[in-house]
C-alpha cells in the first residue's frame, strides 16, 4: 500500500465506516491472509455460517463450470478456489449482501450491484480463452470494480449523493473533478486504496483504478495489464448496454461495437459473449439475492443500428477510442477518399498516416512503419498494383497488410491484385460495415502476427531462463543448504570421477573423513540454532584451510569429507592437521558473550591395491575416524 492509499484510508475512516466485510466473513478474509492457516481452519469456519456456505458452493460451481466434478462441499470450494480467489469471493459476497442499501438517497443500490455483477460475469467471459487471469479472480474484479462509489455513498450520503445528481449531465473528468474538489480523492483512487487495505494484488489495484479511463492509463500498450484494462473497460460497457434503456442502449452498444473492435473482438463472438452472460445473469442474481432482470439481446440491436444507419448512410461516430492500435498508412489521389478512411480508421482507434501517391506512400514506409496499406488500384506515377510489388520486394515489411480498393470486380483483375501481393480487397463505393469488417479481418492477421513474433521473443527469454533455472535446481541438488558446501551426493560423483582418473593415469588419491566432537553436547547444551552456527563456522574453517586442489563436502550430520587428488598419505595426513588446528583455533561466540571452543577429529586414508572401490576407500577413512575418537578426539589418524 503506498503512501497515497494510507493517507485516502485514514481520512475515510475517520469520517465513518468503510463497506468492508463483517463476522464470518471478516474471519474467513482474515484467516486466509495467515502463512499457518489449513484448509481445515477455513472449512470449519465458512460451514458455521450456512448461507455464506451455500453462496460460496454454488459461485465455486459456476465459476469452475468446466471442472471434472461438481463442487459439493466447502472443502472441495476451498480445494478449487485457492485462498487468494475464496477471500476475494468472500468479500465480493459478503459486501452484496450487507450493502443492498444505505443512507445515501439518491446512490441506486440495486443499479450498482447489477452493473457491478454483470461486469464480472462479462470480463469472465471476455478473459476465459485468453488466460491473461484466473477467471474466478477477475470475475471478483469485476464484482468490485466500482466499491470506491460504494464506499463514498456509505461514509458521505449527503455529499456524494449532491455530486450523483449531476451524473446525467457530468463527464467522468467532470465527476472526478467534483469528488477530488469535496473528499481530496476520486472514486477510482478509492477504490484502489480499499482493495489494497484487503491485501488483492498490485496488479488488481492498478487495473481497478484505470480501467473506467483506459485512454489515461500510463500502462504499456499490448501488455498483460493492458489488455486486461481494457477487457474490464469493455466489461463495464456491455453492463452499461444491459442495463440501459432502448435508445440509451443503442447509443451505448454503438461505443461498445467500436471499442471490442479495436481489441480485435468480432461482432458475432462480442453477441456469443452477451447470450452466455444473459444465459448466468438470472442464476449469480438469485445466488447473491438481488433482483433479476431482462437482458436484451445483442444480435437483435446490433441488427436495429445496421438498420438505422443503412437508412441514414451514418458513418462511425469519429471518437478516438482505446484498443487495440494499427499503424495505418492510406495511399489514395483522391483527398475526400482519403478524408473519408482516415476518419474511418481514427474512429476504430488506430494510427494512421496518408500518402496521394505510390511514390509518397514508398517515402512513408520507412518513417511510419505501417502494420496496414489501404491503397486505391488507379492512381497516377506509380497505381496500387506496382506499390503491392515494391512492398513486397522490401524484406523488412513482409508482415505489412495489405488492402486493395478497387472497382474491379472481374476474377482477372483481383487475381492479378492477389499475385502482386494483395492481402485483400475492397470494392467501391466503400460502405462502412463492409470496411469495418475487412478492417477487422486485417487487423486480426496483424496481431496474430505481432503475438508469433512476442510469442517467438518470449520462447527464446524462456529458453535461457530455463536453462538458467536448470543449472541453478542443479547446483541446489548438489549443496548443503545450511553450509553452502556441496552435498554427499556431490562428494560420491566427485569421488568416482576421480578414482577413474587414478585408475587411468596412475595417480594417487586420497580422502579425509572429519567429524565434529562432542556435537551432540552443542546441541543439547545450547540449542539447534547455535548447532547450525558451528556447523557453518567449522565448514567455512575447513574450506578456507583446504589446500586449491582439494574439495571439501559435508557429508551428512556433523560429519565432512575431503577429497585430496593426486595426494599421497603422508601430505594427506599433512592436510588433515592442518584443518583440524584451524578449527582449534577458531571460537563461536555465543549472544551471552562466552566463547564457544570446538574439535574435529579426522581419518585419513589413500587409495591403494587393498582398497578396490571408493565406498572401501571411504570406509577405511570412516575406520581411522572410529580409531582418533577412540583416542580421545581432536586428532587425525591415518592407516598405515
Request: include cysteine; proline fraction near 3%.
Amino acid at each position: 500500500m503506498n503512501d497515497t492509499q494510507i493517507n485516502i484510508l485514514e481520512k475515510i475512516k475517520r469520517s465513518g465506516d468503510l463497506p468492508t466485510p463483517k463476522g464470518i466473513a471478516l474471519e474467513v478474509i482474515n484467516l486466509t491472509q495467515r502463512d499457518d492457516t489449513s484448509n481445515f481452519d477455513i472449512v470449519r469456519l465458512i460451514g458455521a455460517d450456512p448461507v455464506l456456505s451455500i453462496r460460496v458452493m454454488k459461485a465455486a460451481n459456476v465459476l469452475v463450470a468446466n471442472s471434472t466434478r461438481p463442487v459439493t462441499t466447502i472443502s472441495d470450494a476451498v480445494a478449487v478456489l485457492g485462498f487468494r480467489a475464496l477471500r476475494q469471493l468472500v468479500m465480493g459476497i459478503a459486501l452484496i449482501a450487507d450493502h443492498q442499501r444505505g443512507p445515501c438517497k439518491q446512490f441506486n443500490y440495486p443499479q450498482f450491484w447489477a452493473h457491478s455483477l454483470l461486469t464480472g460475469i462479462a470480463v469472465r467471459f471476455l478473459t476465459e480463452k485468453t488466460k491473461l487471469a484466473a477467471v474466478e479472480e477477475i470475475f471478483t474484479l469485476g464484482l468490485l470494480g466500482g466499491v470506491g462509489s460504494l464506499a463514498m455513498a456509505s461514509v458521505y450520503p449527503a455529499e456524494y449523493g449532491a455530486i450523483i445528481e449531476h451524473a446525467n449531465v457530468d463527464t467522468l473528468d467532470q465527476r472526478y473533478s467534483r469528488e477530488r474538489e469535496k473528499f481530496g480523492f476520486e472514486e477510482a483512487e478509492l477504490s484502489a486504496a480499499i482493495l489494497a487495505d484487503m491485501n488483492f494484488p498490485p496488479l488488481f489495484q492498478r487495473l481497478i483504478h484505470d480501467y473506467p479511463q483506459p485512454e489515461s492509463s500510463n500502462v504499456a500498450e499490448g501488455s498483460r495489464e493492458w489488455k486486461l484494462m481494457n477487457m474490464m473497460h469493455l466489461a463495464s460497457l456491455m453492463a452499461d448496454v444491459f442495463l440501459a434503456n432502448e435508445l440509451a442502449g443503442l447509443q451505448a452498444l454503438e461505443k461498445l461495437r467500436l471499442t471490442s473492435a479495436s481489441l480485435g473482438i468480432e461482432e458475432v463472438n462480442l453477441i456469443e459473449i452477451s447470450e452466455k452472460c444473459a444465459k448466468e445473469w438470472p442464476e449469480w442474481a438469485a445466488l447473491l439475492g438481488l433482483s433479476s432482470r431482462h437482458i436484451r439481446s445483442f444480435a437483435a440491436m446490433f441488427e436495429q443500428i445496421d438498420q438505422q444507419n443503412e437508412s441514414s448512410g451514418a458513418l462511425p461516430e469519429a471518437e478516438v477510442i482505446t484498443g487495440y492500435k494499427m499503424r495505418v498508412l492510406v495511399v489514395d489521389d483522391d483527398r475526400p477518399t482519403r478524408m473519408l478512411l482516415e476518419a474511418m480508421l481514427k474512429a476504430a482507434g488506430h494510427h494512421v498516416a496518408v500518402a496521394a501517391s505510390g511514390i509518397e506512400a514508398l517515402q512513408k514506409l520507412k518513417i511510419e512503419r505501417p502494420q496496414l496499406i489501404l491503397t486505391d488500384w488507379v492512381m497516377p506515377e506509380m497505381d496500387g498494383i506496382e506499390l503491392c510489388r515494391e512492398v513486397r520486394a522490401r524484406s523488412e515489411y513482409k508482415n505489412a497488410y495489405v488492402i486493395v480498393i478497387t472497382a474491379h470486380e472481374e476474377p482477372g483483375k483481383l487475381v492479378e491484385a492477389f499475385e502482386a501481393g494483395a492481402d485483400d480487397y475492397i470494392l467501391k463505393p466503400i460502405t462502412p460495415k463492409m470496411f469495418l469488417a475487412r478492417l477487422r479481418a486485417g487487423q486480426r492477421v496483424v496481431k496474430l502476427q505481432e503475438e508469433l513474433e512476442a510469442d517467438r521473443d518470449q520462447l527464446a527469454k524462456y529458453s535461457t531462463e530455463l536453462t538458467s533455472a536448470n543449472e541453478r535446481l542443479q547446483q541446489q541438488a548438489l549443496t548443503d543448504a545450511l553450509t553452502a558446501l556441496p552435498n554427499r551426493r556431490f562428494a560420491m560423483e566427485r569421488m568416482a570421477q576421480e578414482w577413474a582418473l587414478t585408475l587411468r593415469g596412475g595417480r594417487t588419491l586420497s580422502c579425509l573423513m572429519v567429524d565434529i566432537d562432542y556435537f551432540k553436547r552443542i546441541n543439547d547444551n545450547y540449542g539447534h540454532q547455535v548447532g547450525d552456527e558451528a556447523l557453518r563456522l567449522i565448514a567455512d574453517t575447513l574450506r578456507a584451510a583446504a589446500r586449491t586442489q582439494d574439495l571439501v563436502c559435508r557429508y551428512g550430520g556433523e560429519e565432512f569429507v575431503v577429497i585430496c587428488p593426486d595426494t599421497k598419505l603422508p601430505d594427506a595426513f599433512k592436510c588433515a592437521e592442518r584443518l583440524r588446528l584451524s578449527v582449534e583455533a577458531k571460537k563461536l561466540k555465543l549472544q551471552d558473550g562466552t566463547e564457544l571452543k570446538m574439535t574435529i577429529s579426522i581419518g585419513v586414508a589413500e587409495k591403494s591395491n587393498e582398497l578396490v572401490s571408493v565406498e572401501k576407500l571411504l570406509v577405511q577413512a570412516d575406520n581411522n575416524l572410529y580409531a582418533a575418537k577412540a583416542a580421545g578426539r581432536n586428532r587425525s589418524v591415518m592407516n598405515s
